[in-house]
C-alpha cells in the first residue's frame, strides 16, 4: 500500500496554524510530513508556494522554522523530511545545519540536482539524514541506477519542467 505525505510550510500562515496542522495530520495517521523551510527565492516553488514563503519570511526566519522542527518532532509520530534550497544549507554551513535538524528522516534540496547530491550526503549521513534524490523524464538510464543505489527511502520524481503548483498535464513522453 502507497504512503500518504502531507507538504507544510513552515510557520504558514502562522506558528500556531502550522503546529496544528502537524496535530492533525498525527491524528489522522498522516506517514510522513514534507516541511518546507522558506526561502527568498524559491525557484521551484509555484506562485502560491512562492508568496507563502515571502508572507512568512517576514514573521519567521530559519531559527524560527528550526524551532518549530524541534516542535514537530515531539508531536508527529511519523517520518519528517525538510524540504528546502540549497543556499539555506549553505549559511550557517553543511554540518551546522544538518547538527541542528534532529532527528528527521531526510532532506529534499529542490534546487541540487543528482550529481551534486553527494557533496551533501556524506554530512547528512553522519546524523541519520538521507538526502533524498530527484529524477525525472529526463533522466538518462545511468543517472537512475545511480539514484536506485543508496537511496534509503524514496526517489522524488518530478513529473514536469518548471516550477510546482498551477495546472498540469503530463506530456506523451512522461506517460511512456
Same mark, same amino acid.
Given at each position: 500500500?502507497?504512503?500518504?505525505?502531507?507538504?507544510?510550510?513552515?510557520?504558514?500562515?502562522?506558528?500556531?496554524?502550522?503546529?496544528?496542522? #502537524?496535530?492533525?495530520?498525527?491524528?489522522?495517521? @498522516?506517514?510522513?510530513?514534507? /516541511? =518546507?523551510?522558506? +526561502?527568498?527565492?524559491?525557484? !521551484?516553488?509555484?506562485? !502560491?508556494?512562492?508568496?507563502?514563503?515571502?508572507?512568512?519570511?517576514? $514573521?519567521?526566519?530559519?531559527?524560527?522554522?528550526?524551532?518549530?522542527?524541534?516542535?514537530?518532532?515531539?508531536?508527529?509520530?511519523?517520518? @519528517?523530511?525538510?524540504?528546502?534550497?540549497?543556499?539555506? #544549507?549553505?549559511?550557517?554551513?553543511?554540518?551546522? +545545519?544538518?547538527? $541542528?535538524? =534532529?532527528?528527521?528522516?531526510? /532532506? /529534499?534540496?529542490?534546487? #541540487?540536482?543528482?550529481?551534486?547530491?553527494?557533496? +551533501?550526503?556524506?554530512? &547528512?549521513?553522519?546524523?541519520? /539524514?538521507? %538526502?533524498? $534524490? &530527484?529524477?525525472?523524464?529526463?533522466? $538518462?538510464?545511468?543517472?537512475?541506477?545511480?539514484?536506485?543505489?543508496?537511496?534509503?527511502?524514496?526517489?522524488?520524481? %518530478?513529473?514536469?519542467?518548471?516550477?510546482?503548483?498551477?495546472?498540469?498535464?503530463?506530456?506523451?513522453?512522461?506517460?511512456?
Amino acid at each position: 500500500m502507497g504512503k500518504i505525505g502531507i507538504y507544510l510550510l513552515a510557520n504558514y500562515p502562522s506558528r500556531e496554524a502550522f503546529l496544528e496542522a #502537524v496535530r492533525i495530520c498525527d491524528r489522522e495517521n @498522516i506517514d510522513f510530513l514534507e /516541511i =518546507g523551510f522558506p +526561502f527568498s527565492d524559491p525557484v !521551484a516553488d509555484g506562485d !502560491a508556494l512562492e508568496k507563502a514563503c515571502y508572507d512568512t519570511l517576514k $514573521r519567521y526566519d530559519l531559527d524560527d522554522a528550526v524551532h518549530s522542527l524541534h516542535d514537530v518532532q515531539r508531536i508527529f509520530h511519523g517520518k @519528517i523530511y525538510i524540504m528546502t534550497y540549497a543556499n539555506i #544549507v549553505y549559511g550557517p554551513g553543511v554540518e551546522n +545545519f544538518a547538527k $541542528r535538524l =534532529g532527528a528527521i528522516s531526510g /532532506i /529534499i534540496l529542490a534546487d #541540487v540536482p543528482l550529481r551534486e547530491a553527494r557533496f +551533501f550526503e556524506k554530512t &547528512f549521513k553522519k546524523y541519520g /539524514i538521507a %538526502v533524498i $534524490r &530527484f529524477l525525472t523524464p529526463q533522466s $538518462r538510464d545511468e543517472d537512475i541506477d545511480n539514484a536506485l543505489k543508496g537511496t534509503r527511502d524514496f526517489i522524488y520524481f %518530478v513529473s514536469k519542467r518548471g516550477t510546482t503548483g498551477g495546472e498540469f498535464s503530463l506530456d506523451e513522453e512522461t506517460r511512456a
